[in-house]
Structures are given as structure tokens and as C-alpha cells.
């Protein structure tokens, strides 16, 4: 199959949203009949409004909401300011994404339900009004960007094609910006989004400066750095970290591949990690030697029984036997699971 939901992919990278659209149409607005093989927040906006209509029982509260809320605290926070005000933040959208996530398990009907409930106990007027009318242009984004995301691509594009990716990347990410800006207001979405398009940003960026081949790698260094500097301070300390442990990894995968000695190993770990990290990166690379060792001196010992003419039941009890001189219990599954890689590679 050529043509994917790539961009869907994509939209749960940076959104933190699972609910899938594929192919939607047109069905009567019926919260209890929504077609959730369509797109599940389909007149989820109609679906807030209807339920903030219904009488009130705050005693569903005390009752489990959905399977994977069980035994769990719910996310985010209903919050007002000294003046009563609602605070809209991503303390806000933690609290919707936590019912909301549950879309599948539960109906959207049933998950923002129980959102109403919560504002119509927890919050007093104005906040109340406005966190329901939040909640709407939330989720009327959220019902256009699943559309949006459902544009298939070229699967062959994405695996061989680099730019591609990049651009589609680029494309939804950039959709997915003003289609918050246009159903909900600047303040709600910078509220909402302000990390996730930082990091986005940051994302296409630095992709943007290694396709460019004009640029010398001390120069994409350079532009890589300010790119970091441009990052929301809060961010910044924790993303450096990430690329430093990505590139330790990097080097550290190019220098396994190398077969190093003991000692290569254990300067390399002991100059790019924590005192900790180093000593168990060396111990689990002494035991990892140690034990190619045995096993290479245990293959020695078997091609040497092999020769001896023994007949098969006495060459399997022979090499039992060696095999017990070598390895203790724990590593015996993995020696048979290596010669019988080995018996049918010949």
C-alpha cells in the first residue's frame, strides 16, 4: 500500500493526540449514535453545547470514567485567578486531554460530560462560561485537525525521500497553527501550544540546516546553536540534554561496532558519562566480552569432540558437559540459541 496516513503520525508526535480520522462524511447529529469509525470528535463543539444543557448529577464523579483512567489522578487543573477569572493554560488542556484521551474506551459524549461536570462543580461564573466556551473551540480544532491529518501521502515518498518528509512535516505543522488561530482565539492556542510549536519550530530548523548542502558543517553547527538559543528558556536546558545523550549514543553504537578492547571502551565511557553510567557501561561490556571469550574457546572445544568420532547421542552428552564448564545456568539458553544460529548458517 503506496498511499498512508503519514501526516497522522506526525500530528501524534507533536500534538499528543491519538484519536483517528480516515474517511469522514456527513451523519446527523446524534450524541449517542456518533459513527466513531469516523472521525471521533465529529460535532464534538454541538456535543459540548448539548451536554452543558443536561440536568447535573455530580454523583457520576464518584463512579470510574473509562478503563485507563482507573486507578489514576486526573491530570491538569481547573484554576481562577485573585479577580475569579479562568486560567487558561496547559494546566487547562491537561485537564480536557485527560477525559478526552479516553475517546474510544468511552463516547465523546460520555468523556465531555464529564469535563461539564467538573467545570459546572468546580467553578463558579464567570470561569464556568468561559471554560465551557474553551472547551468548544478546543474542540472544534480538534475535530478540524483529525480532517486535516487524514490527507494520505506517498508511502514511497517518506521512505526514500528525505525533503519529502521534511516539507510534509513542515506542511502539517503549519496547518495544524492556523487551524488554532482560527477556532481559537491567539491567547487559548499560545496558552495550549506555546511548547509544542516551539519545539517545532526548533524541529524544522534544524532538519532545514542539515539539507543544506551550501552550508559548512562549522556553520550548521553555528545556526544549530542559535536555533537552541531561540527556544523558550524552559526548554532549552532539557532539549541540549537530549541531543547530547543522542550523539553519545550515536558515537557509542560507532564504537561497539568497532569491536573496541576493554580499555577503549571504558575511556570512551568514562569521558562521555556520568562516574555511575560509566561503571555499569564498562561492567556490562567486561561481561559481554568475557563471555565471547568462553564462547569462542567452547566452540574450540566442540569442533574438537566433533572429530573424535563419537556417535550422536555421545557427541550431545560430550558437549553438554562442556557446555556446563563454560557458562553458568543463566547463559545456557543463550549458548543453544547461538549454536543453532550457528547450525543453520552452515
Known sequence: MKVVYF????????????????????????????????????????????VAEQPLDFS?????????????????????????????????????????SSVGQV???QAIRRIQLYIARDLDEP??????????????FKEASLDLMAQPIDQSKVEADVSYRHAQLKYALTQLKDLRRQYMSEAEATAFFMDEEAYGDYTIRNQSIGLNDELSDLEKQQQRQLAQAQLPEHMREHIVEQEKQAQRSQALTELLAQ????????????????????ENLVNHYKQEF??????????????ALESQGFTQ??????????????????????????????????
Open 7 to 50: 501526516i497522522l503520525v506526525l500530528f501524534v508526535i507533536f500534538s499528543g493526540l491519538w484519536l483517528l480520522n480516515r474517511d469522514p462524511i456527513a451523519v446527523e447529529i446524534s450524541p449517542r449514535t456518533l459513527n466513531l469509525n469516523q472521525n471521533p470528535m465529529r460535532f464534538a463543539p454541538e456535543l459540548a453545547r448539548q
Open 60 to 100: 457520576e464523579l464518584e463512579t470510574p470514567f473509562a478503563p485507563d483512567a482507573e486507578g489514576t489522578e486526573v491530570d491538569g487543573q481547573l484554576r481562577t485567578d485573585e479577580f475569579g477569572e479562568l486560567i487558561v493554560d496547559i494546566q487547562l488542556k491537561s485537564f480536557f486531554d485527560y477525559f478526552l
Open 107 to 109: 463516547t465523546p459524549e
Open 259 to 278: 569491536s573496541p578492547t576493554l580499555d577503549e571502551l571504558s575511556n570512551f565511557a568514562y569521558t562521555n558519562y556520568s562516574a555511575e553510567e560509566a
Open 313 to 346: 547421542a555421545q557427541l550431545e552428552r560430550e558437549k553438554s558437559s562442556v557446555a556446563d564448564q563454560y557458562f553458568d545456568e543463566n547463559q545456557l539458553s543463550m549458548v543453544k540459541a547461538l549454536d543453532q544460529g550457528l547450525a543453520q548458517s552452515e
Open 290 to 303: 568475557q563471555f565471547k571469550q568462553r564462547y569462542a574457546a567452547y566452540r574450540q572445544a566442540i569442533a
Open 127 to 140: 470561569a464556568a462560561t468561559k471554560a465551557r466556551e474553551v472547551l468548544e473551540n478546543y474542540l472544534a
